[in-house]
């Protein structure tokens, strides 16, 4: 027989040093993610936004932009991949087995595409520093990667913020307008994520909201 916590369904968990570790935890991973992956999409855009191939080519400034910004994606996945395990932690109470799955299948596909799109860029970059350079492969490389982040990565993050916030309304653990939001960023996400350059940073600035109010909020107790 497990233990009884004292938490049932439905209620928000006992708070218990192990519960605000996790908490804190979960907040931490998040910011982390969320503040290394807008830096690495903004040094990106602004690198690739404009240009044609030849301008891009004699421009070392905007390769430098690049590399930096891919530099960070594998650091931006190791915190998501530690913000989806404390955040499963924190859900285990309540743990629903069809969202459960949803989330991390959705989160680890982003986390993927994530870094395919960032190979993706650095293989543009050889073309570039190539003397036999080809601006059609250079062309092809540059769609790919926009395309696997901005479309197919961020439709997995709309799935994975669909999951977080029908589970998260379950805990009372943040408030639910955080939640709410979270149905909206993700309808925009699979509407128009490939529609409008700045769309997908909706993703990550959600996280970070939802992160910092984990942090320094504590769920609300019901009386029983």
Do not use: C, K
Request: aromatic share 12%; hydrophobic share 55%; charged share 15%.
């Amino acid at each position: 027989m497990t233990e009884d916590h004292g938490a049932s369904i439905g209620e928000p968990p006992v708070p218990t040093p192990p519960f605000w570790r996790t908490r804190r935890a979960a907040a931490i991973a998040g910011i982390a993610f969320a503040i290394l992956l807008i830096t690495a999409m903004i040094l990106m855009r602004l690198a690739v936004s404009e240009g044609d191939f030849e301008a891009f080519q004699a421009d070392a400034g905007r390769r430098t932009l690049i590399m930096q910004g891919v530099g960070l994606v594998p650091f931006a996945g190791i915190a998501f991949l530690w913000f989806i395990g404390v955040v499963r932690e924190q859900l285990a109470e309540i743990e629903d087995r069809l969202f459960s799955t949803v989330f991390l299948g959705s989160g680890l596909l982003f986390i993927g595409m994530m870094f395919m799109s960032a190979v993706t860029s650095v293989t543009m970059l050889e073309v570039i520093a190539s003397p036999n350079a080809d601006a059609d492969l250079w062309a092809f490389g540059r769609t790919s990667a926009e395309t696997l982040i901005s479309v197919y990565a961020m439709r997995m993050a709309a799935v994975f913020t669909l999951s977080v916030s029908t589970v998260g309304l379950r805990t009372s653990s943040v408030p639910r307008w955080v939640f709410y939001l979270g149905y909206l960023v993700a309808l925009v996400l699979l509407v128009a994520s490939g529609e409008r350059q700045w769309t997908p940073l909706l993703f990550p600035a959600w996280v970070l909201l939802l992160s910092v109010i984990l942090l320094f909020t504590r769920p609300a107790r019901r009386d029983s």
